[in-house]
């Protein structure tokens, strides 16, 4: 079955730090881009981070940058993300998604997992 | 920053009906536009890419227009299954529109 399945959300204290992980079944996963983006209680989506097939290349969203990292395990069809001093508003449902490119700025999120919560309280 | 703004925010519809969402850039994205439903506590959907594809198993009651600056969801003939929320994205800095909530 073509599925993507998240893990490692919980909650954790404002300056902590949680890694989120996301398997892939299905599908070639060493060929395609991945995405990650979240979805804050009650509110709209917001794109996080994404990384190339290989794992070069990778993009984050202004709000992250400096404290996410993601990173991919080919051999383990496994994708990741490092959240590090974790602020209230990272609060959030985080979702992994296929990214499908086909050029530069033409690109879609054509196969989603069911997401992860993170709760970032004191 | 590109501002992707959705209209109306949300809109109350019977089944049968026609609909039409509205998202608007604030810069000419070409026909890098894409949109996703969502129901509640699920993830989202691919729709539709590249302003009028439609994604493989959406059913053709939808569909997708518009180009640069001013593109349109359209669903004809709205079903029970519909009843949702839609987003916008544009693909070139994957930013989402606020979404769009169909209600009955």
């Known amino acids: 079955e073509v599925q993507l399945v998240e893990s490692g959300g919980g909650l954790v204290k404002p300056g902590g730090s949680l890694r989120l992980s996301c398997a892939a079944s299905?599908?070639?996963?060493?060929?395609?881009?991945m995405t990650w983006v979240r979805q804050s209680p009650g509110k709209g989506l917001e794109w996080v981070s994404s990384?190339?097939?290989?794992?070069?290349?990778?993009y984050y969203a202004d709000s992250v940058k400096g404290r996410f990292t993601v990173s991919r395990d080919n051999a383990k069809n496994s994708l990741y993300l490092q959240m590090n001093s974790l602020r209230v508003e990272d609060t959030a449902m985080y979702y992994c998604a296929r990214e499908e490119v086909i050029g530069v700025g033409r690109n879609w999120f054509d196969l989603w997992g069911q997401g992860t919560p993170v709760t970032v309280s004191s | 920053d590109i501002q992707v703004t959705q209209s109306p925010s949300s809109l109350s519809a019977s089944v049968g009906d026609r609909v039409t969402i509205t998202c608007r850039t604030s810069q000419n994205i070409y026909n890098y536009l894409n949109w996703y439903q969502q129901k509640p506590g699920k993830a989202p959907k691919l729709l539709i890419f590249?302003?009028?594809s439609l994604h493989g198993g959406v059913p053709s009651r939808f569909s997708g227009s518009g180009y640069a600056t001013e593109f349109t969801l359209t669903i004809t003939s709205l079903q029970p299954e519909d009843f949702a929320t839609y987003y916008c994205q544009e693909s070139y800095h994957k930013a989402f529109g606020q979404g769009t909530k169909v209600e009955i």
């Open positions: 299905g599908f070639i996963f060493s060929s395609c881009s």
């Open positions: 990384i190339s097939s290989s794992g070069n290349f990778f």
């Open positions: 590249g302003a009028f």
